[in-house]
């Protein structure tokens, strides 16, 4: 790391707490390929991949974001080989059993988004026992995107409008941005609903179905660095280049 970088990253993290962004969303990609280039089975990137989420997590914890956003398994994955998919559903249990402790311990509070009824029962305990147990935590949200697409999320948003409209509800006209916000499964995030970085890793160039609405006016990064080597050292270069950048929201 440069010397010039460093004092870059000291100033922004220590000093700018207000370039720091308050809603930071990832799409942990490359794990495959990480596994792959060691000769090994996929599987064993996805294990190594969950090893640098706990890093991120703590990394951004310690920054000050308010939501981590972190997509795990899109309605995409179930086209997967079905042990792989397999594997992947048994991850937030490696993850709660070694990881629980350490959430607890900086204050994370655990919610997800994305369709929980095509999942295992299993993943689906494992996943309320997380919410129950940090549900008290008031630090930062880490917020897991387990089977989810956005464009389903989004034709459900239009059918429950839909509904409401034709039982009377509400009329065409109270349609806005603010109620479809209000119809999205981010919606519990408030005013943190749209993420202010949106980070790629791997050098994929694409959203693949993740957060299209919230994702409108987010800034994006995007690395070759396969996830399972993504560290918080490389985390912070995001946040630091997410601090030179000038949001101006489709103004001058």
Request: overall charge positive; aromatic content about 4%; glycine content about 8%.
């Given at each position: 790391m440069s010397s010039v970088f460093l004092l870059e990253r000291i100033s922004i993290m220590n000093h700018d707490?207000?370039?720091?962004?308050?809603?930071?969303?990832?799409?942990?990609?490359?794990?495959?390929?990480?596994?792959?280039?060691?000769?090994?089975?996929?599987?064993?990137?996805?294990?190594?991949?969950?090893?640098?989420?706990?890093?991120i997590v703590i990394r951004a914890n310690e920054l000050g974001i308010k939501i981590l956003t972190v997509y795990a398994f899109s309605t995409e994955n179930w086209s997967r080989p079905e042990d792989e998919v397999n594997f992947l559903l048994n991850l937030p249990k490696d993850f709660f059993d070694s990881f629980l402790s350490q959430l607890n311990k900086n204050n994370v509070k655990v919610d997800y988004i994305g369709d929980a009824n095509r999942l295992p029962e299993e993943t689906q305990a494992i996943m309320q026992e997380g919410l129950a147990q940090t549900s008290n935590n008031t630090g930062m949200i880490l917020n897991i995107a387990l089977n989810y697409g956005s464009r389903?999320?989004?034709?459900?948003?239009?059918?429950?409008?839909?509904?409401k409209v034709a039982q009377g509800e509400l009329i065409p006209n109270e349609i806005n941005e603010e109620l479809i916000d209000a119809h999205l499964m981010t919606r519990f995030l408030g005013a943190y609903s749209a993420p202010d970085l949106m980070i790629r890793t791997s050098g994929e160039l694409r959203l693949s179905n993740f957060l299209l609405w919230q994702l409108a006016y987010s800034e994006f990064y995007f690395t070759d660095i396969l996830w399972p080597d993504f560290k918080p050292e490389q985390f912070d270069e995001a946040i630091t280049e997410y601090s030179k950048r000038k949001r101006r929201f489709g103004k001058v």
């Open positions: 707490l207000e370039k720091i962004p308050k809603h930071v969303a990832i799409i942990m990609d490359g794990n495959g390929r990480w596994a792959k280039k060691r000769m090994m089975p996929r599987v064993f990137g996805h294990r190594k991949g969950v090893e640098t989420l706990k890093e389903q999320e989004i034709t459900q948003a239009v059918q429950l409008i839909a509904t």
